[in-house]
């Protein structure tokens, strides 16, 4: 069965620095890897997705994943943290079937 | 174009009491997901539907949760009788095909059984 971790529950930076949110999955076939972000009282909007197309990938509001099959990770990165980016991350893997949600990851951006 | 709506936003009701949720996915999406969100973990995958036909329930507690989509269109979820348990987010979803497209999420509907 494939299964998501996120790697840290609450992360906290500083408006401008660089923002990295870990992601490991597990899969027993080639995975489809999923972003989305939750704003307070509000659904899950995706980020971006992976589809085996290219390792890197780039999603809305200056955010990106690479995905390293060798480290069966999928982190997602944002050089520059603004204020708007706080909010619950949550990374997902897929399979023709089933999607799976890691627990989400919430991040801080402090002034 | 219209996002998934779902209705109501908040329910608070009492133990042993029946509550349902309401769903409208975007138009021409095949695909509904019923998902659980407890405080403080990533959704829960309750049941998906291809069109009219539940595929996939083994998640959904069948003894008090029931969910249909008649029309193959709009979906209700319901709880009979509810439990302090239940209390959670219950978020619906929609995708053009099954679970490696994309799903869009509505706002969801935070349940508190007291």
């Known amino acids: 069965a494939q299964s998501v971790t996120q790697l840290g529950s609450h992360v906290s930076v500083s408006e401008g620095a660089l923002v990295l949110l870990r992601c490991n999955y597990s899969?027993?076939?080639?995975?489809?890897l999923f972003w989305y972000v939750q704003y307070p009282n509000q659904g899950l909007q995706l980020l971006l997705k992976?589809?085996?197309?290219?390792?890197l990938v780039k999603g809305i509001n200056g955010f990106e994943a690479e995905f390293k099959k060798s480290e069966t990770s999928f982190h997602l990165t944002k050089p520059s943290a603004h204020m708007s980016d706080a909010a619950e991350y949550f990374c997902?893997?897929?399979?023709?079937?089933?999607?799976?949600f890691g627990a989400g990851t919430r991040l801080t951006v402090k002034p | 174009e219209a996002g998934v709506v779902q209705s109501p936003r908040y329910k608070i009701i009492e133990k042993k009491q029946p509550v349902a949720f309401w769903c409208n996915p975007i138009?021409?999406?095949?695909?509904l997901y019923w998902y659980r969100q407890n405080l403080g973990q990533g959704p829960e995958l309750l049941i998906r539907?291809?069109?009219?036909?539940?595929?996939?329930d083994s998640q959904l507690p069948k003894d008090r949760f029931s969910a249909e989509r008649l029309k193959g269109v709009d979906s209700t979820l319901k709880i009979q009788p509810a439990e302090l348990g239940d209390s959670a987010v219950y978020l619906c979803?929609?995708?053009?095909?099954?679970?490696?497209?994309?799903?869009?999420f509505g706002p969801g509907t935070r349940l508190t059984v007291l």
């Open positions: 979803a929609s995708s053009l095909s099954p679970s490696t497209d994309t799903q869009y």
């Open positions: 899969s027993s076939v080639p995975p489809y």
């Open positions: 992976y589809t085996s197309a290219a390792t």
């Open positions: 997902a893997v897929s399979d023709p079937d089933d999607m799976r």
């Open positions: 138009s021409g999406h095949n695909t």
């Open positions: 539907y291809e069109n009219e036909e539940a595929v996939d």
